[in-house]
């Protein structure tokens, strides 16, 4: 509702905070003349309103015109020169602008700014075209806290990962996927879900004296509306139709940019990001170096560092590290996606209408890969690496098999298909170029959170383990139906389960498929090639195993494990579970031991907790080296010290084999494309080939593994030569 309120312009006071004015002084006579000849005009007729800076020569009254000021106004140094950002270049000095209660820095350009109130900017600023600058005195920029006076209604939440807010969580500026993620995924704690609150409020005074700020070296132009906006140093925001309670974290390092249409309201907005062509985000927290461009709606949701997205619409999601997601016809919703994943066009993947309220939920761990116009039925549940082939699944999935490739049933009424070790078996290339790819896309400058890459890691081999006992107990449940006589004598659940073992490492190329009832629900799954995966996945525990051994000794200088060597890594702490917390892998016992923390008041505020995770990070090498002992051991059901030499040949020998393997998968996965029929005949010859798609031999990636498997499987030869007796 418009209201009017009269007032007598010749009894206005205004307030000026006191520490805005040192180093300040009032204008003089011929300055007030000077700038009223140039068609200024104030609310105050006496000018003392107007402050500026008290060096000698530091403000020329000549550079502001056309210009209306109310409220206090204090500059900094006004003296002629031309601040330059690329191709615009524009004179210091304030023109055709209506300024009121703000605080000006060195060396800025105001120009056709139709109403600035209550703003306060650093030095080099450029505010050029703009409608709307103005903030509110109770402003919180994107943070889900509140000020005086304010009812609970009015604090800004995000539902993440789920539609009906059951797991909703409060923005704050320097918020990580991984602190979304422990909010919003232990919800049975509610004295953790106190604290959470509370570490959120830590330090808000609640007082309403809140002023928008542009930081040094930013650039505001031709933008409609921006309102309890906090702006970034070197941020760069052009052609913006509405920015409206939101934070802009830019620097120097990493400048943040907002491109044109692009309306973005209650958020944060992470460094180095870049918002284009009408894009909209409300209720969002975005990381370090994201894109989101082309329209892409961004809605409730949490995205993690060095993702992109465009085209797309994304809902309540929470979604870690390395995302890509491109296609107009796709969307994600009420999701947790756990990074290094990819959603292909026309996937629609969403909890709308799946049952009598729109509460389901996604829950996919990193490497999520669903196919074009894939669809899903929530609630639906991923191992890390789920490849899922186009189609759609008209039921709940539960898939427990990492690297695995899922495909949708011939039939409405039948099993899902699922390769387990997939990506091992037909798409090394792939899978091993993950790591060094995603470690090329982290243009973090400064990396508030180690974010794990590398396809080996703790968190994917305790899913392996756990996916080769499934398949052993599968084989069991296999072999008894069919009679196999090699159950004659396995009368015990130990002996049954020992036999299907033995069974599986004495047939690696058996041609069976054993069925899984919780993969899918109603029809269950069908899990082909189990003997193979079975074989492979072992592989590569034991490469995860070997390969951990072999950094451990570099780090500590030692060409071998030793007794002694092995000893001291027994004396680690033994963490079997993991989870991957905002890209981090981090022990579950740690996590716990965190909440204790907070819960005991140890831990008093998000930054603490970011310190927590860099103490884990600290740690990391040291929990996987214990924890790569613990999975040899496990395999082979013994301690390393009652190896025996043959075991530890046939360990070297598997694990040698299987680096070559990845090599020369990786290589011929790549070969392929150079030699396929059908990808080569839309070139007139090999030389327009290789123009256009370049050389398998100047492949970087490849040239660098081949280098690599080289010196690894050196470094295999010996790594168990102290150990021998």
């Not at 539609?163 to 996927?177: A, K, S, V, W």
């Not at 058996?510 to 492979?536: E, H, R, V, W």
């Amino acid at each position: 509702m418009v209201q009017v309120e009269y007032y007598n312009r010749k009894e206005v006071h205004f307030s000026v905070p006191q520490e805005l004015l040192k180093g300040k002084r009032h204008l003089t006579p011929e300055e007030i003349d000077i700038l009223k000849r140039n068609l200024n005009h104030n609310e105050d007729d006496s000018w003392d309103n107007f402050y500026v800076d008290a060096s000698p020569d530091c403000f020329d009254p000549e550079l502001i015109h056309l210009s209306f000021f109310t409220g206090f106004v204090v500059l900094g140094k006004f003296k002629a020169a031309t601040v330059t950002y690329n191709d615009l270049h524009l004179t210091v000095g304030i023109i055709r602008s209506r300024l009121s209660n703000v605080v000006i820095g060195d060396d800025c350009v105001i120009r056709n700014v139709s109403y600035m109130d209550n703003y306060r900017t650093g030095n080099r600023v450029i505010l050029f075209n703009i409608q709307e600058l103005c903030c509110t005195n109770h402003s919180k920029f994107g943070n889900g806290i509140l000020k005086d006076g304010e009812p609970e209604a009015h604090r800004v939440w995000i539902g993440v990962a789920n539609e009906n807010d059951g797991r909703r969580i409060l923005p704050f500026e320097n918020m990580l996927p991984a602190d979304a993620y422990i909010w919003s995924h232990y919800r049975d704690d509610q004295e953790l879900l106190d604290r959470f609150f509370e570490m959120t409020e830590y330090g808000n005074d609640k007082k309403r004296n809140t002023f928008g700020f542009i930081d040094d070296c930013a650039v505001v132009k031709n933008c409609n509306i921006i309102k309890d906006t906090k702006v970034g140093k070197s941020a760069y925001i052009k052609g913006a139709f509405k920015l409206k309670n939101i934070t802009v974290l830019s620097s120097e390092e990493e400048p943040s940019q907002i491109g044109e249409g692009v309306e973005l309201i209650n958020g944060i907005l992470g460094y180095a990001s870049r918002v284009f062509y009408q894009s909209i985000g409300v209720r969002f927290v975005i990381g370090r170096n994201c894109q989101v461009k082309y329209g892409a709606r961004v809605l409730n949701s949490v995205l993690g560092d060095n993702s992109t997205v465009s085209c797309c619409e994304i809902l309540n999601n929470l979604i870690f590290p390395f995302h890509e997601q491109h296609h107009n016809s796709s969307f994600l919703i009420a999701t947790t996606v756990q990074g290094q994943s990819n959603i292909a066009s026309g996937a629609t993947i969403g909890s709308n209408h799946n049952s009598r309220s729109p509460d389901g939920e996604l829950f996919a761990k990193r490497g999520f890969w669903p196919g074009l116009c894939s669809d899903f039925k929530h609630n639906s549940r991923f191992a890390s690496f789920a490849l899922v082939s186009k189609g759609s699944y008209p039921y709940e999935m539960d898939i427990p098999y990492p690297f695995a490739l899922v495909s949708p049933a011939k039939q409405e009424d039948n099993a899902i298909s699922i390769v387990p070790a997939w990506w091992f078996m037909y798409d090394m290339f792939a899978i091993t170029r993950n790591k060094s790819k995603f470690t090329k896309r982290d243009k973090r400058v400064i990396k508030k959170q180690f974010i794990e890459t590398d396809p080996f890691a703790p968190d994917t081999m305790q899913e392996t383990l756990e996916a080769l006992d499934r398949i052993i107990k599968l084989t069991a449940q296999y072999l008894l139906e069919e009679k196999n006589e090699i159950m004659d004598f396995a009368n015990t659940d130990e002996k049954i389960y020992q036999s299907a073992k033995n069974y599986l490492h004495q047939n690696p190329d058996a041609d069976f498929t054993l069925f899984d009832s919780l993969c899918q629900k109603k029809y269950g799954a069908q899990i082909n090639k189990p003997a193979q995966a079975y074989k492979m996945y072992r592989k590569i525990i034991k490469y995860y195993a070997i390969c951990t051994f072999i950094n451990f000794c570099k780090a500590l200088n030692q060409d071998y494990l030793t007794i002694d060597l092995l000893t001291r890594i027994r004396k680690l702490p033994l963490y079997t579970e993991w989870e991957n917390v905002g890209g981090q892998i981090i022990p579950t016992e740690k996590v716990k031991e965190l909440f204790e923390l907070i819960k005991a008041r140890k831990i008093n505020t998000w930054e603490e907790v970011h310190d927590f995770y860099k103490y884990c990070e600290c740690a990391y090498d040291e929990y996987k080296t214990r924890h790569a002992l613990y999975l040899l051991e496990k395999l082979y059901s013994r301690p390393v010290e009652d190896f025996s030499i043959d075991l530890f040949r046939n360990i070297t020998d598997d694990v040698s084999v299987c680096a070559y393997d990845i090599y020369n998968a990786a290589f011929q996965s790549r070969q392929k494309d150079y030699t396929d029929y059908y990808r080569n005949m839309t070139f007139r010859n090999k030389k327009e080939m290789e123009s256009v798609i370049g050389s398998i031999n100047d492949n970087d990636f490849l040239k660098n593994l081949r280098k690599e498997t080289v010196q690894f499987t050196n470094d295999i030869t010996t790594i168990f030569q102290g150990l021998i007796k």
